[in-house]
């Protein structure tokens, strides 16, 4: 149980264009999913925390305008990264919380985003 | 704002060696401390999980300890194995949040 997937595992995109990446909770109802970042030999950093059917909540220094977070169920979760640059090249996590267990969370697979 | 510290950052042993990770959070108020493997350009595998009200938990070959009072945290991996290598992270929950370690590499050699 308590699995989460992400679509897709890797996208390559030219510098401008706009990249979607999802997040799924596929046994469970998830009303938090959060959104991470990672760079190469780096921590995972968080970037925003999802509530279905309310605005994200992003933290210090992330841009909401660059960085859309749609959680219109309770099994979905979108990251659309917009007018991507190669400093957006990263690799992007989300992972899922249940109501029940509120203190772990369960993470995808990730997404590698690399932007030419 | 918490902070969390692993050493080392890297480490490399011979197969079989017993060998122990470790972690320092700086904020004792934490729900449970979490320790993942994560294999390289891959997600995080989620290995034990501690409560706060807990000393420490056990699968299998691998041992996590929590001392919530002086903010440590170690894994510890018993009898090596060269699958054994990939970077381990801990990670301390606050009441929404969890805060990341840098991790450490782990390399075991046939």
């Known amino acids: 149980g308590a699995v989460v997937s992400q679509h897709p595992s890797r996208v390559i995109c030219k510098s401008g264009t706009s990249v979607k990446i999802e997040c799924r909770s596929l046994d469970f109802q998830a009303t938090t999913m959060f959104w991470y970042r990672q760079f190469p030999k780096q921590s995972l950093m968080l970037m925003a925390t999802s509530n279905e059917g309310s605005k994200a909540t992003y933290e210090q220094g992330v841009e909401k305008d660059k960085f859309l977070i749609n959680h219109a169920s309770l099994t979905l979760s979108t990251l659309t990264v917009t007018s991507a640059h190669p400093e957006d090249s990263s690799f992007y996590i989300c992972?899922?919380?249940?109501?029940?267990?509120?203190?772990?969370?369960?993470f995808g697979p990730g997404t590698r985003l690399t932007v030419l | 704002k918490q902070e969390v510290t692993q050493i080392p950052a890297a480490l490399s042993v011979p197969e079989g060696e017993n060998l122990v990770l470790n972690c320092s959070f700086t904020d004792s108020a934490i729900y449970n401390l979490q320790w993942f493997r994560q294999d390289p350009g891959k997600g995080l595998t989620s290995l034990l999980l501690i409560q706060s009200s807990q000393r420490e938990q056990t699968s299998g070959r691998l041992n996590a300890s929590l001392d919530k009072s002086s903010g440590r945290s170690t894994l510890y991996i018993a009898a090596s194995q060269p699958g054994d290598s990939a970077t381990y992270l801990c990670a301390a929950s606050g009441y929404s949040t969890l805060t990341f370690g840098k991790g450490t590499m782990l390399l075991v050699s046939p």
């Open positions: 992972s899922a919380r249940s109501g029940v267990n509120y203190n772990e969370q369960f």
